[in-house]
């Protein structure tokens, strides 16, 4: 503040230059000089100056004076005329039996004279205002002057003056009701007799009535019961309602006042039991025209914004006005048939945007979105919703008004194709942000906008086109559309958030006309009006797309690839998109998703801009409290406000991944359709994956680092009195965490774009190359676990640890025959993620006599299949795994409750430490069977396993660490639960396709299983439990509107929440031995292909090239195979595709080759001699891959022999 100062408390030095001699430190005075001739002149110059203001003043003060006196004198002579006129006790009461005048001239005359003398502050003045007010109401009852020549502009002062009067008593906190009453009622009469140019004044006239109801509601409440006082409130209402009820050319305007200003009252959206306020919200509501209402906000919203209008600055003043809006469309039709509204276009309009310009939890509570860090002062306004508020906007989600969305517009064929487009930008806009504030409501409101109007609104005479086809059609009419699907790079600025400020204080201090409030600099109007086109073509795909997303998930393959009609209203509805239009959609959701995930930093730039600038402050230390000014900010990706990158990130991977599947059970795209090779540089791409995935493992060591014991605990409640600062403390430190997670997560992104579209769109990259990413990401780990990927260097180092012996002991295991998983979960459990380390098998028999034979030294392959065959083995007691139709396998959905009963038949109590200590080593089970599994995918071992569909999708579908967790994650669908049971799926298509009333069917929404209680019965002992559905749903019947829901919820309950403690545990023992993200590389065909090998037919030349000889059948130094190794080649040519197979499984246990060739399977296919007897049969060691072979000579012997063998079942031990 103090520019000059130096730190030298000296006074400064005062340089003379004039030739004077002064003190060096001194004042400079008076004296001789040219400095000091100067001085005076200065001085006197300013002298005179203010003597001159001083005397202009003086006539100013004068002047003001003798024309406040005139107008004084003035005045007084004006009121003794006009009270001559009224009566000689005018001044001092007046009655309130008003008498008319006996002429409008009389009238005329006497409202010019009190309009020149009337002061607001004069009590005597607006005594005479009321007098003649009411004189001049009966006056036009009786005479009938009409409002023309010099009325209109007098009563318009008058209005003016009236309402100053009304606007000061109730900034004053004047109480008289009755004085505001007889205000009031003149104030109608004014309006009555002017609307046009009270219409014209309706900000002035609004907010007065507005801020005097807000001072006398609260006494409303008070006044309950006493209907003397009922007066009040309908005078005002009528004074309310009188510019809304003429219609004139600036009705409109009155309307728009009216909404923005008025309707913002918290009196009408209060949940009150006062008669005074429910008449007085009833009276409004009965008497305005809602469709006005509608098209003037509308308008005001589209022209103008939203938060250019200081009333609806705040957030509760936007609620209260959406809630009383919605109330005045209900009431005109007595709550009922919101059909006839809810597709009006303006209605769509206004609704729409002031659903997104609040916060979506306002209503349903908090977000449950934990990857968005939360702030630390944010208000909660939730608990200021009262029940009239949450009834208002929870009434938006029904179904007649969503299913009856598009009724008006399909009809509307005289509209041209912009006005269709403009109005399906509407529809887009409505829907989007009902899914947006309702998400846990979503699936209804996609389910009714896919249904469509209802049987009794639909018209005979016309066909509705589907939501589908509808938004469908818009969406590849959009730019947006066409742009994408040129060039993927051009969705990067077309993805560019534009960040909207959700802090709108300073726009109180903005002028109105502002449209831009979180920016010093405006765009040009072109520039706006562009970004808000795309942003309303982004909202029409983004609601086709979640559309698409729900009809997929209740379609099946059939109605897919059939284009059909579907019956599920009394009109044939195509839902199908035909097949080219799905390669167009697809095409499309690849180059957007692509440039999501590998150009994420490049849309981010922006939003990692504001994150850098505003969460510093949260990590200095000596920050004294959070900065009153810091600006809290939404996402507004493409435009759209409150559109997050993860969201439209969710909605295309999980699109796509629905399509992809869909592709992969029935080619109907071209092959290489789903690749994007063209923008990678694959000679460098999978040591650059695995760079990322270094850097992966990095950051998630810092994450681990960041857990905090007592975070998961954190109660964000009152405690005692004097801990705020720490609770204060507490809250800044999660805060820190989160943002730190966030940052890191957004590094991630950045610096391995490769990585999360390998974990999201694994099917962009070729799938042989995602095998080999896999081997290595496997060989990494090995790396780091055991220093090599070789298990002897893993056991030579731990021979110079000083804990050798115990580590070898807990890596070893004497395994019995017939009982390999029991030994094996009893001696590997413990070991944990240990189990990645090589392992020492010893098998033995019943006698505990070790087994001869070759195991391989240490990882042995026949104990990992003895293993997982025993597991999978079906047994006369509770199965782990159960086969559907195909004999494929998945996890015993009623594994849980049958092992439950069991136990409560074995007397244990159902809550005693024993009876969960039983039930939690079923889990560990299931858990050790998925590392068991996990470490045959480490060690690169097939498995001849064969796993259902749906469940290897929860493999791939893990989720793991993505930006899309959400929509990664597994969701039921009907296809898949055709692969648990054909029956069910049978029915519930039948279901779903009835024509006729479903509720013949007498369904409920409740679910019956059946659990098998007595396995020594024959057949064993059944009984059956039934469940709901949801809560209630006993009591809920299925009927032709909600069928899709209870399909839905009966695919979640089979597929998912019956076997999910199950499927939970074996993925947990999974995931600790392969990391989640390295399966969601894979789709679940490909998973099975990485499990047990391909489908492929044998490369005999292959499986040649890649075979180890040992003892006579060495190959010399001549290069020559063995003569009975070039018999064996030439009948394994003649052998048929599944003899060969058969061939294979008996040396390998596997009938599948490895998807890389035979040169990665481990251990490599050997043969060595077994002697010369021509009647031995030939045997195997399948832990090691090795086939015994004895020296035939002849081709016939050999070929029968070898069949033999194969097909008996010969093996380990038979030589």
């Known amino acids: 503040m103090f520019q000059t100062f130096s730190g030298n408390t000296r006074r400064p030095r005062q340089v003379n230059l004039s030739g004077r001699k002064t003190h060096a430190f001194g004042n400079v005075g008076s004296g001789a000089g040219s400095q000091a001739a100067l001085d005076r002149a200065q001085q006197e110059r300013i002298q005179r100056q203010r003597e001159r203001d001083q005397q202009k003043a003086v006539g100013t003060l004068q002047r003001v004076w003798r024309g406040h006196c005139i107008r004084q004198q003035l005045a007084s002579q004006l009121r003794d005329e006009w009270d001559a006129v009224e009566g000689p006790s005018t001044h001092r009461a007046f009655s309130q039996e008003a008498v008319p005048y006996s002429s409008e001239q009389e009238a005329l005359a006497q409202l010019q004279r009190l309009l020149k003398f009337t002061h607001i502050r004069n009590v005597e003045d607006l005594q005479r205002i009321r007098h003649y007010g009411f004189r001049q109401i009966e006056t036009v009852r009786t005479v009938g002057i009409a409002s023309t020549g010099p009325w209109p502009l007098a009563y318009l002062r008058l209005q003016r003056i009236v309402l100053t009067v009304m606007e000061r008593r109730g900034r004053l906190g004047f109480s008289e009701w009755n004085q505001y009453e007889k205000f009031a009622t003149i104030l109608r009469f004014l309006a009555d007799q002017i609307p046009a140019e009270t219409s014209q004044n309706a900000k002035q006239y609004y907010r007065t009535l507005a801020q005097v109801v807000a001072r006398l509601s609260p006494e409303w409440e008070l006044a309950n019961g006493n209907t003397d006082l009922a007066d009040v409130p309908k005078a005002i209402s009528e004074a309310v309602i009188s510019p809304l009820t003429k219609v004139t050319g600036y ?18 959206s209060a949940e009150s039991s006062s008669a005074l306020t429910q008449m007085f919200r009833d009276s409004l509501a009965d008497s305005i025209n809602y469709k006005l209402l509608a098209n003037a906000l509308a308008t005001l919203f589209k022209s103008s914004g939203i938060i250019s209008h200081l009333e609806i600055v705040e957030t509760m003043s936007r609620l209260r006005l959406l809630a009383c809006f919605i109330f005045f469309h209900r009431y005109a039709h007595n709550f009922h048939t919101p059909a006839a509204y809810s597709a009006h276009k303006d209605f769509v309009t206004v609704v729409s945007l002031l659903l997104n310009s609040l916060p979506t939890n306002i209503i349903e509570g908090q977000s449950t979105d934990t990857d968005r860090p939360e702030e630390l002062d944010t208000p909660r306004t939730a608990d200021a919703v009262n029940e009239f508020l949450k009834d208002q906007i929870l009434s938006l989600v029904n179904q007649e008004g969503i299913g009856n969305l598009l009724s008006g517009s399909s009809r509307s064929s005289e509209l041209s194709e ?56 818009a969406s590849k009419q959009s730019s947006v559309f066409s742009t994408i699907l040129r060039d993927s790079r051009a969705a990067i600025e077309l993805l560019r958030p534009k960040t909207v400020s959700l802090d ?39 609601v086709f797309l979640e559309l698409y997303t729900f009809v997929l998930k209740v379609m099946d393959d059939e109605e897919f690839f059939s284009s059909g009609r579907d019956p599920l209203s009394n009109q044939a509805r195509d839902n199908a998109l035909p097949l080219s239009d799905v390669k167009d959609l697809t095409t499309f959701l690849k180059n957007l998703g692509f440039t999501l995930y590998f150009n994420a930093s490049d849309i981010n730039v922006s939003e990692e801009r504001d994150a850098s600038s505003t969460s510093l402050s949260f990590f200095n230390p000596k920050m004294p409290e959070p900065q009153p000014q810091k600006q809290t900010t939404e996402p507004s990706v493409g435009g759209v406000a409150g559109l997050s990158l993860d969201y439209v990130k969710g909605l295309v991977t999980g699109l796509l991944r629905m399509v992809y599947e869909r592709d992969s059970r029935r080619k109907f795209l071209p092959s290489d359709h789903w690749l994007m090779t063209s923008r990678f540089d694959m000679t460098g791409f999978i040591p650059a994956v695995v760079q990322e995935e270094e850097s992966r493992h990095k950051i998630e060591e810092e994450d681990a680092e960041d857990v905090d014991e007592e975070e998961e605990e954190f109660d964000d409640t009152p405690q005692l009195i004097g801990t705020s600062r720490t609770q204060h403390q507490r809250r800044l430190e999660r805060l820190q965490r989160q943002q730190r997670k966030a940052s890191r997560r957004r590094y991630l992104q950045a610096v391995a774009p490769r990585l999360e579209i390998l974990q999201n769109m694994p099917f962009f990259i070729p799938f042989t190359t995602r095998v080999q990413i896999f081997r290595e990401f496997v060989n990494l780990d090995m790396t780091k676990r055991r220093g090599s990927a070789d298990p002897e260097a893993w056991r030579w180092n731990v021979m110079h640890r000083p804990d050798a012996p115990q580590t070898f002991e807990k890596h070893s295991a004497k395994i019995r025959r017939e009982h390999e998983f029991e030994d094996a979960f009893q001696q590997f459990y413990p070991l944990g993620q240990g189990l990645k380390e090589p392992i020492q098998i010893t098998f033995v028999d019943q006698f505990d006599t070790v087994e001869a034979g070759i195991d391989g030294g240490g990882v042995t392959k026949e104990f990992l299949t003895s293993v997982t065959n025993r597991a999978f083995m079906p047994t006369n007691y509770i199965d782990m795994f159960v086969e559907n139709d195909q004999h494929l396998l998945y996890p015993n959905p009623a594994a849980m409750e049958e092992h439950k009963e069991a136990l409560k038949q074995a007397g244990l109590r159902e809550n005693s430490a024993e009876f969960r200590l039983q039930v939690r080593e079923l889990l560990q089970r299931y858990e050790f069977l998925g590392r068991i599994i996990g470490k045959c995918l480490y060690e690169g071992i097939l498995a001849d396993i064969n796993f259902a569909p749906f469940f290897l999708r929860k493999w791939a579908l893990t989720g793991g660490t993505g930006s899309a967790p959400k929509e990664t994650g597994y969701r039921p669908t009907l296809n898949d639960l055709r692969d648990l049971d054909e029956a069910l799926y049978q029915g519930l298509h039948q279901l779903k396709t009835y024509t006729g009333d479903v509720e013949d069917f007498s369904l409920n929404f409740t679910v019956t299983d059946t659990i098998t209680t007595d396995f020594t019965t024959n057949p064993p002992t059944t009984r059956a439990v039934t469940k709901e559905l949801q809560p209630g749903g006993s009591n809920i019947p299925v009927t032709n509107a909600n069928r899709l829901v209870y399909i839905s919820f009966m695919a979640r309950h089979r597929l998912q929440n019956q076997p999910l403690f199950q499927t939970t545990a074996f993925l947990k023992g999974l995931s600790s031995m392969i990391q989640p993200s390295w399966l969601s590389m894979f789709n679940q065909s490909e998973l099975q292909t990485l499990i047990g090998g391909t489908s492929s037919s044998i490369d005999v030349e292959d499986l040649r090239r890649n075979t180890i000889y040992g003892g006579t059948y060495v190959i010399g130094d001549d290069g020559l195979e063995h003569p009975t190794i070039q018999l064996f080649w030439k009948i394994m040519k003649k052998l048929s595709d599944g003899e060969r197979r058969a061939v294979l499984k008996f040396v390998t246990s596997t009938p599948r080759a490895p998807l890389l060739g035979f040169g990665t399977l481990n251990p490599r296919f050997s043969i060595r001699d077994a002697g010369s007897d021509q009647e031995r049969l030939p045997s195997t060691s399948t832990c090691v891959n090795l086939l015994k072979l004895p020296m035939y000579k002849d081709e016939r012997v050999f070929k029968e022999k070898l069949l033999y063998s194969v097909f008996s079942g010969a093996g380990f031990d038979l030589s």
Do not use: C
Request: net charge negative.
């Open 251 to 268: 009705t409109l305007n009155a309307y728009e006042a009216f909404g923005y200003i008025f309707m913002t009252l918290p009196i009408l």
């Open 418 to 473: 912009e006005e269709k487009i403009e109005e399906a930008r509407q529809l887009a806009n409505y829907a989007l942000a009902l899914l947006r504030f309702f998400p846990r409501r979503g699936d209804e409101i996609r389910m009714w906008l896919y249904i469509g109007p209802s049987a009794t609104r639909s018209d005979g005479s016309s066909q509705n086109l589907p939501a589908i086809k509808y938004f469908w059609e």
């Open 504 to 542: 709108i204080s300073s726009a109180q201090n903005a002028p109105p006309t502002s449209l831009v409030h979180h920016a010093f600099w405006q765009a040009p109007k072109q520039d706006a009006d562009r970004n808000a086109a795309i942003a309303d073509e982004w909202r029409v795909i983004l």
